[in-house]
C-alpha cells in the first residue's frame, strides 16, 4: 500500500516534470529587459502579428547580460528581445548570434542595424530629469536647467539615480557625461554629483518611482516610464537639460543555438515594420522608423554623441574606477 | 515465454540470493546513494564556486582575493555583513527568548496570541519589512510627515530592523520547541527552594536551552547574512556582502569575484557551523527528566514580567503594522501619493502564474526533501558503515550555507552537460531540497532514537524482510519527521529569494522573484498585493495540512515540536 503510494507519487512528479519541460511549437523562449508592462505590450503585439507567444521573464540589461554570459554557449532561450549594447556587441564578437538579413529591415539607419545584421536596435531609450512637482513647490525650488546646476550643495541628499553597477540606464548615464565633458572632466563632474546623491538604486527605472512618491526631490532617471507614472497621477515633472542626454540601444539578436530559427526570424521581421515602431513610439522610445513619440512629441530630444562600441569596452575599467571613488562611504 | 521456463530453476536461484543480498545490504546500498546524492547537489556546487574564485584563463590565482583584501570597498561590505549578523543574531535571540518564553511559561492569556503574531513573519517574504518599512519611515513616509523625523531609513540601521523583524520567528521557533520540551519541574523544584525567578532563568532555564539557543543563533545569522532583499531594498549606499555578490553577479557579469565574495561569506558560516557542533558534543543533558510536562502556569515576577512583555509587545506591534501597512498598500492606488482605496492592485492576474509555479516548485522540493531527509536519517541512525557522522555533518551542514553562494555554485555546475539543469523546474526545487535538508533529517533522527530498534528486529525475527519492515514499522513511525520535513521546506522554498534568484529561467517566474523585482522597481502597490496573494495561499496550505493530519491522527504542532531540536 505505502509502496502504491510512494510510486504514485513519484509518478505524478515524473509526468509534472515531463510536461513543464515540453514545449509548444510556437512558443519561443527569450531574454527580455524592457519594465514589465513594456515587456507585455511587444509580447502581445509580436502574438496578434504573428502567433508566436514570447515566454519572457522580466530581467534588467544586467541581469540578462549576466546570465547569457553563464550560459554561453549553452543558451536557455532561443533569442534577446531586449538587451543593452554592451551585450549585443559581446555576442556579435563571440559570434554567439546568427546573422540574418531580414527583408523588413531594408533602410534602417545604422543606428538601428548592425552593419553585419547580427543585432538589431529596436528602440532607443534616454534618461531625463525628474523632479516632484508637490516637493518642489513646497520647498520653493524650480527644476535645474542645466545638468551643472545639480551640483548646488541645496541638492545635498535629494537626488537619486541608479547604480551602474547594476543598471543599464546607469551605464549609459556614466558614459554619456564622460562623451559630454571628456573622461578627465567627466570624472570630477560625477563625484562633484556623488555629494548630491543620496543613493545609487538598482534598477534604472527606480529614481522615477522614488521621486514620483517623494521620497527625494530629484532623479536622474530611464525615460522609460515616465510618461506612464505621470499618466499614473504621479506627481512629477520632466526636462531634458540645456546640455542634451545621452541614449542607448534596446537591442534583438537571435542565438546560434535556437532550434526554432523560423520563428525567431518571424519575430525580428515584426519589429522591422513601420507599425511595431509606432507602437514603441506610443511607449516612448526613439524607434528605427520615425514616428511620433510620446514623451518627446515630433522633436528628437538633442543628444549627446556617443560612441556605444567603446563604451562597452570601457564599461569594466569604468566599473573599478566606480567602485574605488563611490562606494567606500559608511552611512 | 518457453525461454522463461527453460532458465527457471536458476533464476530463481538468482532472485533468492539477490533478495537476500538486498536484505542485508539495502541500508548500506541507501546509504551510498544518498551520499551520491549529498556530493553532487551539495558539496560539488560549492566545489565549484571554490575552483571559479582560484581559477583564472592562465592557471591557478589567487590574485582576486588579493582584490578582495586590498579594496577598501569590498572589505567594508565585509565587515558591514558581519555586524549586521552579529547585531541581529543577538536582538533576534533576545527577542526570541521572551517570546518564546512568555508563550511557555507566561501568562495562559498571552500565549496563543503571541505565539500567532510571532509565527506571522515565516510565511511572508522577508523584504516585506523593507516595504513596509518605506511607508512608514521613507522619506515621505506616514510616520516621518506625522512626526516630522529627521532620521534616514535608508542604511545600516533600516536593514538591522528590517532582518531583525524577519528573523525573529526563527530564533523563536527553536527556542521555543526546546523550551517546550524542557522538564519544568527543575524550574519548578528551584522556584519551591526559594530561588528568584530572574536566577532560575540565568542558572537553570537558559543553560538547558544552550543547544537549542546556538542552533538559533547560527540559523538566523546564516540568514541574515544571505537573505539580500532588506539589503538591496533598504541599503542605501552601505554596502553588504549578499548584495554585492548578486550585483557582482547579475550586473556586472564578473563571475570571478562573484565567487571571491561567496567563499568569504561561507566562511563565517562554517565557522560557527563548527562551533555549534563542538559546543554541543557531550552536552545531550537537554533530555532529562523525560517526557516534557505541562507547565502550570506561574505567577511571573513584574521585574522579569514586565520588561519581557515590553519587549515581547514591541516586536508584537512592529510586526503586526508591518503587515497592516502592505495589506492598506495592495488597497491603495498609490499608498502616500493617491490614497484612493481601489481593487486594481489585487485585480491585477499577471502574478498568478508565478504564485503557481512557486508552488509547484515548492511542493516537488518539499515531496523530494521530506524523502530523502527521512532516508537520511535511517540510513544515519541505524546504518553501521564507517562515515556516518560524515554523512550526518553533510546533511545537516545544508543550513550553514548562505542561499546565494548555493545559487551561484548550482549556477556554474549544471550549466553544462552532463548535468544540464539550468533552465528547468528541478534546478528551483532541488537546490531548496539539500538547503533545508537539515530540518528533516533531525527530526528523522530524533524519532528514530525514540524508535527501539527491538521493533525492527522483532520483525525480521518473525521473517518479514528488510523492505517489508521498513514499509510497516519505520515508515509510519517516522511519518511525523517526514511531515516536520516537508512543511519546512514547502514554506521556506516558497518565500526564500537568495538562491533562486540566479537559476530562474524565462517564461518561468517565482513568485518571491517577482515581488522582489517589482519592489526594487518601485511598484509597491503590485509587490504588496501579490505579497498578500502569497501569505493567503501559505495560510490556505498550512490549514489544509493542519487538517489533514489532524484527520489521519496527528497534531502539526506536535510536529513542529520535532522540527527543530
Known amino acids: 500500500m505505502k509502496g502504491k503510494v510512494i510510486f504514485g507519487i513519484v509518478a505524478v512528479m515524473v509526468s509534472v516534470v515531463l510536461m513543464s519541460s515540453h514545449g509548444f511549437a510556437q512558443e519561443i523562449r527569450a531574454y527580455m529587459g524592457l519594465s514589465p508592462e513594456n515587456n507585455a505590450k511587444v509580447v502581445n503585439f509580436i502574438k496578434g502579428k504573428t502567433g508566436i507567444q514570447i515566454l519572457q521573464t522580466f530581467q534588467s540589461f544586467g541581469e540578462i547580460e549576466a546570465k547569457v554570459k553563464s550560459e554561453a554557449p549553452n543558451f536557455n532561450a532561443d533569442m534577446i528581445t531586449g538587451c543593452g549594447s554592451p551585450l549585443a556587441f559581446m555576442a556579435k564578437k563571440n559570434q554567439w548570434v546568427v546573422p540574418y538579413d531580414s527583408p523588413a529591415w531594408k533602410g534602417v539607419s545604422s543606428e538601428f542595424i548592425d552593419q553585419d545584421k547580427n543585432w538589431f536596435n529596436i528602440s532607443n531609450f534616454s534618461f531625463v530629469l525628474v523632479g516632484n512637482k508637490n516637493k518642489l513647490q513646497e520647498k520653493g525650488l524650480s527644476m535645474p536647467k542645466s545638468w551643472k546646476e545639480l551640483l548646488d550643495p541645496k541638492w545635498k541628499d535629494q537626488i537619486v539615480m541608479p547604480s551602474p553597477l547594476s543598471s543599464g540606464t546607469a551605464n549609459m548615464i556614466r558614459f554619456a557625461f564622460l562623451a559630454l565633458y571628456g573622461e578627465e572632466e567627466g570624472w570630477k563632474f560625477l563625484q562633484a554629483l556623488d555629494k548630491n546623491i543620496h543613493h545609487y538604486t538598482r534598477s534604472g527605472n527606480a529614481p522615477t518611482d522614488l521621486v514620483g512618491r517623494g521620497e527625494f526631490l530629484l532623479g536622474i532617471t530611464s525615460d522609460e516610464n515616465v510618461k506612464k507614472r505621470i499618466d499614473e497621477g504621479y506627481p512629477l515633472i520632466w526636462s531634458v537639460p540645456q546640455e542634451g542626454i545621452g541614449y542607448d540601444g534596446t537591442f534583438a539578436l537571435i542565438f546560434k543555438t535556437t532550434k526554432k530559427m523560423a520563428e525567431c526570424k518571424k519575430v525580428i521581421d515584426v519589429m522591422g515594420t513601420p507599425e511595431f515602431s509606432s507602437m514603441m513610439a506610443e511607449i516612448g522610445y526613439v524607434t528605427p522608423r520615425p514616428a511620433e513619440n510620446k514623451l518627446y512629441g515630433k522633436v528628437t530630444p538633442k543628444y549627446i554623441k556617443l560612441d556605444l562600441g567603446y563604451a562597452a569596452e570601457m564599461r569594466p575599467k569604468w566599473n573599478d574606477i566606480w567602485k574605488e571613488k563611490f562606494r567606500t562611504e559608511f552611512k | ?565
Not at chain 2, 343 to 363: C, E, G
Request: aromatic share 10%; proline share 4%.
Open chain 2, 1 to 565: 515465454m518457453a525461454e522463461a521456463g527453460s532458465f527457471h530453476v536458476p533464476r530463481f536461484g538468482v532472485r533468492e540470493r539477490v533478495k537476500a543480498f538486498l536484505n542485508a545490504e539495502l541500508v548500506n546500498i541507501l546509504a551510498a546513494i544518498l551520499f551520491l546524492l549529498l556530493v553532487i547537489f551539495l558539496l560539488y556546487p560549492i566545489l565549484a564556486v571554490l575552483i571559479k574564485s582560484i581559477k583564472d584563463p592562465e592557471g591557478l590565482t589567487l590574485s582576486y582575493y588579493v582584490k578582495f583584501f586590498t579594496k577598501g570597498y569590498y572589505f567594508r561590505s565585509l565587515t558591514n555583513t558581519l555586524l549586521l549578523g552579529l547585531m541581529n543574531t543577538l536582538v533576534c535571540l533576545i527577542a526570541g527568548f521572551c517570546l518564546a518564553y512568555l508563550t511557555t511559561r507566561g501568562p495562559l492569556l498571552l500565549r496563543k496570541p503571541l505565539k500567532l503574531v510571532a509565527m506571522m513573519p515565516l510565511i511572508a517574504p522577508p523584504y516585506l519589512f523593507a516595504i513596509s518599512l518605506i511607508i512608514l519611515f521613507g522619506h515621505n513616509g506616514i510616520m516621518t510627515k506625522a512626526f516630522g523625523i529627521k532620521w534616514s531609513l535608508y542604511g545600516f540601521t533600516g536593514v538591522v530592523i528590517a532582518q531583525t523583524l524577519a528573523f525573529i520567528p526563527l530564533a523563536y521557533l527553536m527556542i521555543e520547541n526546546t523550551l517546550r520540551s524542557l522538564n519544568p519541574n527543575l524550574e519548578e523544584s528551584a522556584y519551591d527552594l526559594g530561588a528568584s525567578e530572574i536566577r532560575i532563568i540565568r542558572t537553570i532555564t537558559i543553560p538547558l536551552l544552550a543547544p537549542g539557543i546556538l542552533k538559533a543563533g547560527l540559523l538566523v545569522f546564516v540568514m541574515t547574512i544571505a537573505e539580500f532583499g532588506n539589503a538591496a531594498i533598504l541599503g542605501g549606499r552601505t554596502p553588504f556582502l549578499a548584495p554585492d555578490t548578486y550585483t557582482m553577479i547579475i550586473g556586472e557579469a564578473d563571475f570571478e569575484m562573484g565567487s571571491v565574495l561567496s567563499v568569504i561569506l561561507i566562511i563565517p558560516c562554517i565557522i560557527i557551523f563548527f562551533l555549534h557542533n563542538y559546543m554541543l558534543t557531550g552536552k545531550k543533558f537537554t533530555t532529562i527528566g523525560g517526557k516534557p510536562v505541562a507547565s502550570e502556569p506561574r505567577k511571573m515576577t513584574p521585574l522579569v514580567k514586565i520588561p519581557f512583555i515590553l519587549i515581547a509587545s514591541t516586536v508584537g506591534m512592529a510586526i503586526i503594522v508591518s503587515f497592516g501597512m502592505v495589506l492598506l498598500a495592495s488597497f491603495t492606488r498609490i499608498l502616500g501619493v493617491n490614497n484612493e482605496l481601489v481593487l486594481m492592485h489585487i485585480k491585477n492576474f499577471d502574478s498568478n502564474l508565478a504564485i503557481y509555479n512557486s508552488i509547484k516548485v515548492s511542493l516537488i522540493a518539499a515531496l523530494i526533501g521530506a524523502m530523502v531527509g527521512t532516508l537520511l536519517a535511517y540510513v544515519i541512525v541505524r546504518g553501521k558503515f564507517f562515515g556516518r557522522s560524515f554523512i550526518e555533518m553533510i546533511s545537516l551542514s545544508g543550513f550553514a550555507l548562505p542561499g546565494t553562494v548555493i545559487g551561484i555554485g548550482y549556477l556554474l555546475a549544471f550549466n553544462a552537460p552532463p548535468l544540464k539543469l539550468t533552465g528547468g523546474i528541478m534546478i528551483l526545487a532541488l537546490n531548496s531540497v539539500f538547503r533545508f535538508l537539515a530540518v528533516g533529517v533531525e527530526a528523522g533522527i530524533s524519532k528514530l532514537h525514540q524508535i527501539n530498534i527491538e521493533i525492527e528486529e522483532a520483525s525480521a525475527d518473525l521473517g518479514a524482510n528488510f523492505m517489508v519492515t521498513f514499509y510497516k514499522i519505520v515508515l509510519p513511525l517516522m511519518f511525523p519527521a517526514f511531515i516536520a520535513g516537508f512543511i519546512y521546506t514547502f514554506m521556506t522554498t516558497l518565500v526564500s529569494l537568495s538562491a533562486v534568484v540566479f537559476l530562474v529561467s524565462p517564461g518561468f517566474e517565482l513568485a518571491a522573484v517577482r515581488i522582489f523585482d517589482r519592489a526594487v522597481y518601485g511598484e509597491i502597490g503590485n509587490a504588496s498585493a501579490t505579497t498578500m496573494k502569497l501569505v493567503a495561499i501559505v495560510i490556505l496550505c498550512m490549514v489544509i495540512l493542519n487538517y489533514i493530519t489532524k484527520k489521519t491522527g496527528f497534531d502539526v504542532s506536535q510536529k513542529k515540536g520535532s522540527v527543530t531540536v
